[in-house]
């Protein structure tokens, strides 16, 4: 089968597949380069195939580890676990038994809000951050309407509201998460041509199933607890970058509150799927403030 891991990971040169037990879970991801470890983690509805266009930039002077979080992909999908807190334990746990004491660590959607909870939790462990159009959940997020805004361009988030509900969502989406999929890009992609329908085949094949749609309904499900979390955290030390296009603003207004040594860039005529719409002008952001 063309879409899974074993035949995708021949499409990315010098890249292997990996799987390791930490934390209760085994977690699926892909490795590749030599240098300083750069940890990256996808976010909904995508795979570490996310990450495909920039890995082989970012390769040349990092060892890229893409890992697919609990209830991604390859990945466990435990009934439990999904606070962003024991997700960056899991990611932790990793690096412990990759051999690292340090690491750059980056995020997109949800990824971004495990990434930003690892360097949090771990700032011992933590080189630099990287969020990518996404901050980590707040009380801010009480705050978004119930409704579209009447006139507005505003993409109303109703999957936030429609991935909290129990067990209905996996009866009604399973073999068709494609539909979701398919709107997703549709809405938040300016260009449309910048994702190929073999994208959201890998996409769609990875998250089909009643195990897969239930899992990451589980990252949305632990909001309230990470907002928690969140109230508790202090503000991070090490540098951070966050890159933003759709939700630029939003991102800025929340690191600007957590970090004391930020970089805020920003990529025009884009969408929030950056690694799909602008691979080399993320890739290069991020190599640029590694550097």
């Keep these: 089968m063309k879409y899974r891991d074993e035949e995708l990971i021949k499409l990315v040169p010098n890249f292997g597949n990996n799987y390791v037990e930490v934390n209760g879970t085994r977690l699926h991801y892909v490795k590749g380069g030599q240098g300083k ?3 990256l ?3 909904y509805p995508e795979t570490w195939w996310a990450y495909h266009k920039v890995m082989p930039i970012l390769a040349e002077k990092h060892c890229v ?8 992909g390859s990945s466990d999908k435990p009934a439990n676990g999904y606070e962003k807190k024991n997700m960056a334990k899991d990611i932790f ?4 038994i990759l051999g690292y004491d340090k690491v750059n660590i ?3 959607d949800i990824g971004a809000h495990v990434a930003f909870s690892f360097a949090t939790n771990f700032p011992e462990s933590t080189s630099s951050l990287i969020m990518l159009d996404t901050p980590h959940p707040d009380s ?6 119930m409704l579209p805004l009447l006139g507005s361009n505003y993409v109303y988030p109703w999957w936030l ?3 909290q509900v129990k067990e209905l969502p996996e009866q009604l989406l399973e073999g068709r998460m494609n539909i979701i999929i398919e709107w997703l890009f549709q809405n938040l992609l300016v260009e449309q041509n910048n994702i190929s329908e073999f994208d959201k085949e890998v996409y769609g094949f990875a998250n089909n199933s009643k195990d897969a749609i239930r899992a990451s309904n589980a990252w949305y499900q ?3 607890q990470d907002i928690e979390d969140n109230k508790t955290y202090k503000k991070l030390n090490m540098p951070v970058l966050g890159i933003g296009s759709s939700g630029y603003e939003m991102l800025q207004m929340s690191l600007s509150n957590s970090t004391i040594n930020l970089e805020m860039k920003k990529i025009e005529e884009c969408g929030h799927f950056i690694l799909a719409e602008k691979a080399s002008e993320t890739a290069k952001l991020i190599s640029d403030f590694l550097e």
């Design 41 to 43: 983690i996808p976010g």
């Design 93 to 96: 746990e990793l690096t412990k």
């Design 222 to 224: 632990s909001f309230p």
């Design 161 to 163: 509201s429609f991935n």
């Design 37 to 39: 470890p750069l940890i």
């Design 140 to 145: 801010g997020m009480y705050q978004l309407p």
């Design 106 to 108: 980056g995020g997109h």
């Design 65 to 72: 580890i893409v890992v697919e979080m609990r209830g991604m």
